[in-house]
């Protein structure tokens, strides 16, 4: 009785899967590519997959399975290049594919399809010469492999790079502007500022002659009384109704508050220049208490009753820096604490006026809303760099305020890294740059809102700390050159 001819399956039909109907981006991946799939057990001969190809001639391979396994895989190219042999058609045409397989094995590369296609394209290229042609397996799942052409791969990359130098060249040209306009502004400014010195200037300046000339005519008025006791009814009149006695108390007085007032007046401006100096090419040592004096003082109109400023200033000798761009972080920063600070004396006012009287007496018990900058020379930030200078700077600026909630905390901290702060750069992003990135330094920050450091201290089994506290944090480390 003849033997049944055993029927092999047929082959699956490949299937293309097209690229997302989104253009691609910085962060677009491999799955947004037009990947193949054709995935064969190995059982199948070389003359199936041959004749597939025939069919299909945009399919760069086909997969191969062993038992529901990913086994290798099998580039269109390689398999032509076998085919050309003589011995094609007795070996591996008739022949189960791992007889190809055996032969025609190459080493390939296997990625992930949430691979970002940057990474990716970079991977593919460090290659060796001989697998540069080869496609590459995009794993989906732990069952599904797809093949992507490298040909397409190189098309997104380029594409990709294309948005990113156009990215960058407007960027560049946004902070060009910027900055451009910064220094027009800066220049307008230091331009006011000294047509204001000039009057302030000279009113200081005769100040001091005023002063003189009013006490030398006091000083004969006061012969005058001394050798004439009995005026003459007119000078009486005169006397009495200029208030002679209270003139003689008063201008001292007015004297000085023109002074002080001439003198706020200077530092105001003298301050306002600082701030909007344009930095020189190489850095300069510049005093940072002055610094943070003037930029306090241009803050000055903000920092009500409602705030106050401690300042723990110690011995620090000048510092070579940027002193226009630290200006920059000091004003950031301190902004940044005095936003946070008036936050919470209206919710404290509201606090009183709304809620209960025992409420009101809590809240009347909170401190009062108050940034303390601590200045220091201190040992390297991190302990065992021995690359690191042996003296560095501390500037610590810290707030009693509400704190800052951990999920922003985190987005803080993630605009401080060159991908995020390409997305957005914020203030303290910039503050950031600024310090590591044109001075060297380091920037940390940290925040507790209030529910943290009371659920802090109730887990605590020992008395509490003290010092755990709501508020923030920001400390710049620069290095003593």
């Known amino acids: ?112 399809a949430t691979t970002p296609i940057l990474v990716a394209a970079q991977m593919a290229l460090r290659r060796l010469p001989q697998q540069q042609s080869e496609p590459i397996v995009v794993q989906i799942d732990s069952q599904t492999y797809r093949l992507l052409d490298v040909h397409e791969l190189n098309i997104a990359y380029w594409q990709i790079r294309g948005i990113e130098t156009q990215v960058r060249y407007e960027r560049t040209q946004a902070q060009m502007i910027q900055t451009e306009k910064m220094a027009s502004l800066g220049r307008l400014v230091d331009g006011v500022a000294h047509e204001i ?10 100040l001091a002659h005023l002063s003189t000339y009013t006490q030398q005519m006091m000083e ?83 920092l009500t009753g409602e705030i106050d400023i401690v300042r723990h200033y110690g011995h620090l000798p000048p510092v070579t820096c940027f002193a226009g761009q630290l200006n920059q972080v000091f004003m950031n920063i301190l902004t940044n604490a005095m936003d946070a600070l008036l936050n919470q004396a209206v ?24 940034i303390t900058i601590t200045t220091q020379v201190r040992s390297a930030p ?40 390409a997305d957005k750069e914020t203030s303290l992003a910039v503050s950031y740059q600024i310090v590591t990135a044109k001075h060297g330094g380091q920037f940390y920050f940290r925040s507790c809102t209030l529910s943290e450091a009371t659920a802090e201290i109730a887990t605590q089994t020992d008395s509490p700390d003290d010092s755990m506290k709501s508020g923030s944090v920001f400390e710049i480390w620069l290095p003593l050159i």
């Open 382 to 421: 991190e302990a065992g760099v021995s690359s690191s200078p042996l003296r560095w700077v501390l500037i610590q600026i810290a707030d009693n305020g509400p704190g800052i909630g951990a999920e922003q905390r985190q987005k803080i901290l993630d605009s401080f890294s060159v991908e995020k702060r």
């Open 197 to 206: 010195l000039d009057p302030v200037g000279f009113i200081w300046g005769n």
């Open 1 to 112: 009785m003849p033997s049944a001819k055993r029927i092999r399956p047929k082959l699956p039909s490949p299937q293309l899967f097209e690229a997302t109907n989104h253009g691609l981006n910085l962060e677009s991946t491999l799955a947004d590519l037009p990947l193949h799939e054709f995935q064969v057990a190995i059982r199948h001969t070389g003359m199936e997959v041959a004749q597939v190809f025939e069919q299909h001639p945009s399919l760069p391979g086909v997969v191969l399975r062993e038992q529901q396994q990913f086994f290798g895989m099998i580039s269109r190219q390689r398999l032509l290049e076998f085919l050309v042999r003589p011995e094609a058609m007795t070996l591996f045409l008739p022949n189960s594919l791992s007889v190809l397989y055996s032969y025609a094995r190459i080493e390939h590369l296997v990625l992930a």
């Open 347 to 370: 919710r404290r006012e509201l606090a009183a006026t709304f809620r209960s009287h025992s409420r009101s007496v809590w809240q009347a018990a909170e401190p009062k809303p108050q």
């Open 220 to 302: 004969l008025l006061a012969a005058y009384e001394e050798h004439l006791p009995t005026l003459p009814p007119a000078i009486a009149d005169i006397q009495t109704e200029i208030e002679l006695d209270y003139l003689r108390e008063d201008l001292p007085q007015t004297i000085a508050s023109i002074r002080a007032g001439a003198e706020r007046l200077k530092n105001l401006v003298s301050s306002l220049q600082n701030f909007c100096h344009i930095d020189d090419v190489y850095p300069k040592p510049a005093n940072l208490h002055e610094c943070l004096d003037g930029i306090l003082l241009l803050l000055k109109s903000r």
